[in-house]
C-alpha cells in the first residue's frame, strides 16, 4: 500500500495502522472524503447552465463560463438563460446541450411547481422545494461544500494563529507565558456568539468578514496544550545541548519542539472542524451569518422551523447535519487513537 512506502517513518506507519484498526473511524473518513469530493463538483452536478454546449461545431462551458445570447445567435448582450426554450431551440437546432443530472442551481427560482412552493418531493425536485421555490437538494449540495470549505479555512487558521500563540507562551514563559495566560482567559470569557452576531449585524456579511470574524475567537482551543508541550520540551536535554551549541530560539522551537507539538494539535482538529461547521450553521439559522441567498445549512434549518408543515425541510437539514457530524466525530475518535502513545507503541 502507498501509506507502507518507504517514504514514511515506522512510527507513522503504526499510526496509520492504528487508524485503520479503528473501522468505525476510518470508514467514515472514506465516506466523508468521498461527499467532500462529491460537492466539490456541484456545478457539474446541481446547475442551471449546460455542463457542455456544441454550438456551430465550437465547445461552450456554461457551468463555468458566461456566454451572452449573441454567441447562439440570439438578440440580447446578456448572458443567456439556457431555460428559455427560445435558446434551447437557437442551440439545438445548430447543436446539442449535456446538462447536469439536477437542472437547478442552489439560487434557481423554479417557475412551474406543480404546487405552491415550498412544494413536495417529487421526481423532478427530490427533496421538494423551499419557500422561495429552489431545489433542496441543489442548495444541499452547495452548503455542504461551503460549510467545509468555511470550517477548513477556519480550522486552518486556528491552528497556526493557536499553535504560534502556545509555542512563545510555553517556549519562552516567566512573564510573556503570565500576561498570555491572563489575556486568553480574559478572551476566552467572552460571550462569543453574541459578540459574532453583534460584529456580524455591524458590516455587511460575506464569507470573508464571517471567517474573520470567526477567527478571532477560535484560536484559543490549542494554545493550552500546545503550551503544555513547549513547557515540557523546552527543558528536555536535547533542547538543552541545542541551545549551548547556539541554535537559535526560532530553530530549536520550529525543528526540535514543534514537532512534538504538532501531535498533539492533530487530535484536536477534526473537532475544531465539527465546532467551526456548528458555529456557522448557528449564525445562518439567526440571519447573521453568511449573505441572503447564499447556499446554507443553517438557513435551511430556519426554513424547516418557519414551515412545519413542509417536513421535508427539517428532516433533509437534520439529516445532513447530522450525517456531517457524526462523520466528523468518528474520524476524529480515530485520529485521537492514531496519536495516543498507548496504541501504537
Keep these: 500500500m502507498l501509506f507502507k512506502s518507504e517514504n514514511f517513518s515506522p512510527i507513522n506507519q503504526r ?204 484560536w484559543t482551543q490549542l494554545v493550552d496544550v500546545v503550551r503544555a508541550e513547549f513547557l515540557r520540551g523546552r527543558n528536555l536535554d536535547y533542547v538543552k545541548a541545542a541551545r549551548a551549541m547556539g541554535v537559535t530560539n526560532t530553530t530549536i522551537m520550529y525543528r526540535h519542539i514543534l514537532p512534538n507539538a504538532v501531535v498533539a494539535t492533530m487530535t484536536y482538529m477534526p473537532f475544531i472542524l465539527t465546532g467551526a461547521i456548528t458555529t456557522l450553521t448557528s449564525l445562518d439559522f439567526l440571519g447573521f451569518g453568511l449573505p441572503p441567498g447564499s447556499a446554507s445549512l443553517g438557513e435551511l434549518v430556519a426554513q424547516g422551523k418557519g414551515n412545519l408543515h413542509a417536513s421535508w425541510l427539517g428532516i433533509s437539514a437534520f439529516t445532513v447535519l447530522s450525517l456531517m457530524l457524526t462523520l466528523l466525530v468518528f474520524i476524529g475518535e480515530a485520529v485521537r487513537d492514531a496519536f495516543d502513545p498507548r496504541l501504537i507503541q
Excluded at 468521498?34 to 446541481?46: C, D, H, P, V, W
Excluded at 452548503?143 to 477556519?154: D, E, K, M, T, V
Aim: glycine share 8%; with cysteine; net charge negative.
Design 15 to 218: 499510526r496509520w495502522q492504528t487508524f485503520k484498526a479503528n473501522r468505525r473511524g476510518f470508514y467514515s473518513c472514506w465516506i466523508f472524503c468521498l461527499l467532500f469530493g462529491f460537492s466539490l463538483f456541484a456545478e457539474f452536478i446541481a446547475n442551471d447552465k449546460p455542463i457542455l454546449v456544441s454550438y456551430d461545431s465550437e465547445l461552450f462551458v456554461p457551468a463555468l463560463f458566461s456566454y451572452p445570447e449573441t454567441t447562439f445567435g440570439g438578440d440580447f448582450e446578456t448572458e443567456a438563460d439556457y431555460s428559455d426554450p427560445y435558446v434551447v431551440e437557437l442551440i439545438t437546432n445548430s447543436g446539442w446541450m449535456i446538462w447536469p443530472i439536477i437542472h437547478y442551481s442552489y439560487d434557481t427560482h423554479i417557475a412551474d411547481l406543480p404546487s405552491p412552493a415550498p412544494s413536495p418531493p417529487s421526481l423532478e425536485n427530490w427533496l421538494g422545494t423551499d419557500d422561495q421555490a429552489r431545489d433542496v437538494v441543489a442548495r444541499i449540495i452547495y452548503g455542504f461544500r461551503i460549510s467545509l470549505l468555511f470550517a477548513l479555512a477556519l480550522t486552518l487558521g486556528s491552528t497556526v494563529i493557536g499553535v504560534a500563540a502556545g509555542a512563545v507562551q510555553g517556549y519562552y514563559g516567566g512573564n510573556i507565558d503570565l500576561l498570555g495566560q491572563r489575556f486568553i482567559e480574559i478572551w476566552s470569557g467572552l460571550p462569543v456568539l453574541f459578540l459574532l452576531i453583534i460584529l456580524s449585524s455591524i458590516i455587511t456579511p460575506n464569507i470573508w468578514w464571517l471567517l474573520a470574524i470567526m477567527l478571532l475567537f477560535s
